[in-house]
């Protein structure tokens, strides 16, 4: 990290599991620590950290990652740094009915388009002209992956983090192209 570096930190999915019962994650003290400190370290250096909430997992698991989105944008106030509530604006988007209630079939239409599923492989495939080799179609049938997004999630994501930087002050900004 150099001074002008620009620093995005996206963490909280692998956080939010309870420590005391996986033996993996933080509590939300430490993850808000953690944070902090990524922050001051990246500012002594002269770089700038940009503090973006996590994708939703297409799950009912929203509430554990909504809270590490309000620690995120706690930290983001008490250090000064652009908070960007990607889970807020993806959840409304992906997860949630029109009514802001969660929706299993809103989140199921979500997880067949923009994760690592069967359907969304097989639509790839179909619109790309590319085949998936025989182990990624195992992993696939087998252990639906409710966290990583397909090519046409991470586009989503990354044009949604785009529009919510346009929204800011942050210097970043300057670098966006419509």
């Not at 922050?39 to 700038?48: F, L, P, S």
């Not at 996590?54 to 000064?80: D, F, H, W």
């Not at 990607?86 to 809103?106: P, R, V």
């Not at 919510?164 to 942050?170: G, V």
């Amino acid at each position: 990290v150099a001074p002008g570096d620009f620093v995005m930190i996206n963490f909280g999915l692998n956080d939010f599991y309870n420590i005391s019962e996986t033996g993996k994650g933080t509590t939300i003290e430490q993850y808000k620590d953690n944070l902090t400190l990524f922050c001051t370290t990246i500012m002594e250096k002269g770089a700038t950290p940009i503090l973006i909430s996590t994708i939703p997992e297409c799950k009912e698991n929203y509430k554990s990652l909504q809270a590490r989105a309000v620690a995120m944008s706690e930290v983001a106030a008490s250090v000064g740094v652009t908070f960007l509530d990607l889970n807020t604006t993806l959840n409304a988007e992906w997860i949630f009915d029109s009514e802001g209630n969660y929706s299993a079939d809103k989140t199921l239409e979500t997880f067949n388009y923009y994760y690592l599923s069967e359907p969304a492989f097989k639509r790839l495939e179909q619109e790309w002209g590319k085949t998936v080799t025989d182990a990624k179609w195992e992993y696939i049938q087998t252990t639906p992956d409710r966290t990583h997004p397909n090519e046409d999630g991470a586009e989503c994501i990354a044009a949604t983090i785009a529009k919510l930087l346009s929204e800011t002050n942050n210097p970043l900004t300057k670098y966006l192209v419509d």
